[in-house]
């Protein structure tokens, strides 16, 4: 395809700017605009180098953000405790190390589960903190005490039937999490606590002190890694080679996180030296530039 038609598809599909263009190349609007038109005067290859290199950039940009979501084991799992937590009231627990995938899950779970309340904490996060985000996403005001807060989303949860997603729930102190067990109990909502293996330690106590918390625990979920079956679907939905799935899982670690970024860095490194497709070699070569 010639050079310019690939600059004004690029152009068409991401909305970018003659301005756009220029501050990204260093060249001046009316010289890409005389060169696109086969009007410029000047020296044409340089011109031609600068938007081509330009174009071959914003391929390998954008190719890691054009990985799809794939249903792989980590979301299926996600979905299937978190359904029955909302379905039954009960509450669930799913830990994992980070990278795996967790919180996509639990966004695609929440994405097509209208009424489930997703509460993304944080580590500053306390037990009134806690309340006062949930309070606003239950359409109120945010503000109040500790107990006015409570008092207002035990009663507006009171046998809804929905559903509480706390994601990165190792965030929160205990008496935060004690605050969530007692918002289930009061109102029968179901609660669904997904973060990294340490809040499984967090719900127990070092010393199970946390038993009547811990005890209230009905669906319980350690994930691991990926499937290989897993890495299959994802490379076939990002078009890339399934036969290479062995050793995409093996020098990602079975790590959603660092597979999507070695996929991504794969073919870019492929391409920048001339390759045609990925191969195991740049696949080696690729996983020793990738931190853990």
Known sequence: MDIRTQLRELMEKNNYSMAYIATATGIAKSTISMWLNENYNGKNDKITDVINNFIQREKERTFDEDLPIVDISIIKYISEIGRLCHTKG???????????????????????????????????YTAKSLLKEIHRRLGLS???????????VVNKLNQSGRLLIIDEAEN????ALEITRRIHDKTGVGVLLVGRNILYENLRGFNNQYDQLYSRVKYYKQLDRLFLQDVIRILDAAGQNPRLA?????????????????????????????KTEVDVAVIKKTSKLLMG
């Open 142 to 152: 945010g503000k109040g005490s500790v107990y006015d807060l409570m008092s207002e």
């Open 172 to 175: 929160l102190p205990y008496r």
């Open 246 to 274: 062995d050793t995409y899982l093996q020098y990602s670690g079975g790590n959603t996180r660092k597979l999507e970024h070695l996929i991504s860095h794969s073919n870019s490194i492929a391409q920048f030296n001339g």
């Open 90 to 124: 009960k509450i669930g627990v799913c830990v994992g190390v980070a990278g795996l995938g967790k919180t996509v899950a639990v966004k695609e779970y929440a994405k097509t589960a209208l009424d489930a309340i997703l509460i993304e904490s944080d580590s500053g």
